[in-house]
């Protein structure tokens, strides 16, 4: 359901990936980002764009980025710190950085490791917004390596059998290298669906799916309908599942886990726990396929099992059975030769941001 | 829903576990199995008993796994080897060996690994059932570790979109040490239901919720009804998410990542390409908690943080919010005390079997 979140063709201005690269990385250092860590932001959130993933692309994130380094919510040139570290493991202080930013070079601390080891895993505290997490995940592929990369958030979740939110939509993503096949690449809340999709929801108005939240007494709703009113800020998103006999147990267990690896683990607590303003907990981690098997014969088994998933018999109503990471591959795809369609509201406010912060405007 | 598969209490024979696991020694090495695993594969199957797991117990799996070891489906006295080796990774090579042997030492290895590098990760091809994928998993805690275990069976699920199963059940089991709280163990299927708690259903008759299966056009049926009928020893079980707008394709691309870890990784190819019989492949990890963070100050923020779990207010019509590894725990502790509830046909079975492989009856 990538194109929820897509613009509308007759809204749309098409970008190419080079400019607005470009524009991103103006925008960062002059709000305080040294040079390197405004690219390496700059690629984290372009390539969210370049594979249709807006939601964590510079329409959505990158007004909010940069009202965080402006307030110091977000620290622009953060010290981080290596609190603690072993042979394949680390741990590290964020002070308070910008998780598209520290993520990426957390994973290649661990890729380093897994070269030595065969795995690496770092986990990462104080940190803010990480993006796309598979961003960061996908880092490992060109290692011939297993990437996975996890966020722990802000409380949006309820428990099976709670009412009251008191988990993030703690995301998992995971990157696997093939031969001929696109990576297989999973990325996905462990909430039924992620904040945003709720949010796109609500302001449009739009009747949402059974089995996305619960009510304001915590019992899941079934039926499709309108969303209803809660709190200010609140939202009571069902863990993956929606309910019990559908194994929400499973969902919600499986954002514990992200809590713990990525939360407790960095000794960085947990959501609900009252840590700063925009607070998420991350890990990383990288497996060498070479430390288990053979590459090429991994990777063209890879190859050999996507085909075998993608040539499923469709059921009824559908046309064809999609592996993990395909329709952002095939949106890539479109995208890097067709330029990457932008809101012409979000051009806007380009152009806008750029004459306040005085940067040239290069989209 | 542990209680489903729990004998009525008038059908219950209560016996203790120290008789129940030389009873299942006895077996085992009757049938070829050597001592030492005689006693690991025990221990498996009576630790699911104790932790009201009884699926995975002696009821459900003994029986199959004696037939397998006599009819050669399962290796007795299998010859493990090692296929590669890294400081922090292996895979083995099971030679038809009982997951619920092999994966034990499996652990034992990637816990060695992670005292010495911060973790460890052991995968294992051509292996047979694993059993109650937390066991292994739980090995890690008495080290202060987190363990992990998957393991990836035969085709039971459907993709996302598809109408056949390619996929198997695939579980995740997750074990985390707290201070004075219960361990944080999770263990989960990635369809919305095991195959056991399906063919119980279909074997008693009893209407199945929706988002369980998929009809034979592989059309998720979301509304409660009975099971349809499907090809001889065919399920088309439903990813958990149940359906797209569920998130379906989360279950489905989780199930994949087991298969890719378990079975591409080890070299042991996956479900539907067609390997052994009860044919299955796992991976094993352990994490060193000190590797990360100091152990009493993360088993210290384990505890707060399950107490604020539980400590959720419970939404309408329910009494209180559990977190993973508490309702077994609970059973646990009832069980060590009061005994295992055997149903009283399968003590007729432990004695027709002890007369017929002449060994003591001894429960």
Redesign the interface.
């Known amino acids: 359901?990538l194109e929820q979140f897509h613009v509308p063709e007759q809204d749309a201005v098409r970008v190419d990936e080079d400019s607005l690269r470009k524009m991103v990385v103006s925008l960062f250092e002059k709000v305080g980002v040294p040079s390197d860590d405004a690219a390496l932001g700059a690629d984290a959130l372009v390539t969210a764009d370049l594979r249709g993933v807006d939601s964590h692309g510079v329409s959505n994130m990158l007004r909010y980025y940069i009202a965080g380094f402006n307030s110091g919510d977000i620290t622009a040139n953060p010290l981080v710190k290596t609190?603690?570290e072993?042979?394949?493991?680390?741990?590290l202080d964020c002070d308070g950085g910008l998780g598209i930013i520290i993520a990426p070079k957390a994973m290649d601390m661990a890729i380093e490791k897994a070269k030595?080891?065969?795995?690496g895993?770092v986990?990462m505290r104080n940190g803010r917004h990480l993006g796309m997490a598979s961003y960061h995940a996908m880092r490992a592929l060109d290692h011939n390596m297993?990437g996975i990369c996890m966020t722990a958030v802000g409380p949006a979740v309820?428990?099976?059998?709670?009412?009251?939110p008191?988990?993030g939509t703690n995301p998992i993503a995971?990157a696997?290298p093939a031969a001929n096949q696109h990576p297989?690449v999973?990325d996905?809340a462990?909430s039924?669906?992620p904040v945003n999709k709720m949010r796109l929801a609500e302001r449009i108005g739009s009747v949402i799916?059974g089995?996305w939240i619960?009510d304001t007494?915590?019992?899941p709703i079934m039926q499709e309908g309108p969303a209803p009113e809660y709190a200010p800020g609140q939202l009571n998103l069902l863990p993956?599942?929606?309910n019990?006999?559908?194994?929400s147990?499973?969902?919600?267990?499986?954002a514990?886990?992200v809590?713990?690896?990525c939360g407790?683990?960095?000794?960085g607590?947990?959501a609900?726990?009252g840590g700063q303003r925009g607070d998420s907990r991350h890990m990383v981690a990288a497996?060498?396929?070479d430390?288990?098997?053979?590459v090429d014969?991994?990777k063209a088994?890879?190859d050999?099992?996507m085909d075998?998933?993608k040539s499923?018999?469709?059921?009824?109503?559908?046309e064809?059975?999609?592996?993990?990471g395909q329709p952002e591959h095939e949106e890539e795809t479109d995208r890097r030769s067709r330029g990457i369609p932008l809101h012409k509201e979000v051009i806007q406010w380009f152009r806008d941001i750029s004459e306040e912060l005085e940067v040239p405007y290069v989209l």
Request: proline share 7%.
């Open positions: 359901m609190i603690r072993s042979l394949a493991t680390a741990t030595h080891t065969g795995m895993m986990t297993i309820v428990p099976t059998f709670g009412k009251e008191r988990l995971v696997v297989f999973l996905f462990t039924v669906v799916p089995g619960a007494a915590g019992v993956l599942g929606s019990r006999e559908g194994g147990h499973k969902g919600y267990g499986l514990g886990f809590e713990i690896l407790i683990l960095s000794g607590g947990f609900g726990m497996y060498s396929i430390a288990f098997s053979p014969e991994f088994m890879m050999e099992w075998y998933l499923t018999p469709p059921a009824d109503g559908h064809r059975v999609l592996v993990p």
